[in-house]
């Protein structure tokens, strides 16, 4: 297995950019199982308690911002959406106050564009990181890749949802 330097690390190493792209309808990664449940229990994130907030993501994201790096989420879903998106929506408010940008692309708009078959992040427009999920949305562990084209295909997909990406503030679930 490939030895990837951790997320905050690659971040931290972020000079100008950051973005990712997420593809799944539903994932099931340990560290959410917990608040997705709440979730669905009827829990939700108080905009005024920030302390209760994700931590330590964030916390990276509000440096990483801080220092000038642009961060920006794209998320590609099905319509209508799984209670899964509902949660992250419902929760990206968060990711938004940290400095993050978002926008969200129904799939049936995404059809022409050529997409990697995996999640990924790019830092700077040169480093890649793949994450790699099991069938039922668990973490099957993160990929790096600094090949040029790779990382152009990656770009170039990322700017293509994006371009016609809803902004969250306007996205209803």
Same mark, same amino acid.
């Given at each position: 297995?490939?030895?990837?330097?951790?997320?905050?690390?690659?971040l931290?190493?972020?000079?100008?950019?950051?973005?990712?792209?997420?593809?799944?309808?539903?994932?099931?990664?340990?560290?959410?199982?917990?608040?997705?449940?709440?979730?669905?229990?009827?829990?939700?994130?108080?905009?005024?308690?920030r302390?209760?907030?994700w931590?330590?993501?964030?916390?990276?994201v509000s440096q990483?911002?801080? %220092?000038?790096?642009?961060? +920006?989420? /794209?998320?590609? #879903?099905?319509? $209508?959406?799984? *209670?899964?998106?509902? !949660?992250?929506?419902?929760?990206?408010?968060t990711?938004i106050?940290?400095?993050?940008?978002? %926008?969200?692309?129904?799939r +049936?708009? /995404?059809?022409? #564009?050529?997409? $990697?078959?995996? *999640?990924?992040?790019? !830092?700077?427009?040169?480093?890649v990181?793949?994450?790699?999920?099991?069938g039922?949305?668990?973490?099957?562990?993160p990929?790096?890749c600094?090949?040029?084209?790779?990382?152009?295909?990656?770009?170039?997909?990322?700017e293509?949802?994006?371009?016609?990406?809803?902004?969250?503030?306007?996205?209803?679930?």
């Open positions: 297995m490939q030895n990837v330097p951790g997320f905050s690390e690659l931290a190493g972020a000079q100008h950019s950051a973005v990712h792209l997420e593809m799944r309808d539903s994932y099931g990664v340990d560290k959410e199982k917990g608040p997705f449940a709440a979730w669905r229990d009827g829990v939700r994130l108080n905009s005024d308690d302390a209760t907030w931590r330590p993501w964030l916390d990276l990483a911002v801080a %220092r000038g790096v642009v961060i +920006r989420r /794209a998320r590609i #879903i099905s319509e $209508p959406v799984t *209670d899964y998106i509902r !949660f992250e929506h419902s929760g990206t408010f990711n106050a940290a400095g993050e940008q978002v %926008r969200w692309l129904p +049936r708009q /995404a059809s022409d #564009i050529a997409l $990697p078959g995996n *999640d990924f992040w790019l !830092f700077d427009g040169k480093i990181r793949f994450n790699h999920f099991t039922d949305g668990a973490s099957a562990g990929e790096m600094e090949e040029p084209d790779v990382a152009k295909l990656c770009a170039d997909a990322f293509s949802v994006w371009e016609r990406g809803i902004p969250h503030e306007q996205y209803t679930v």
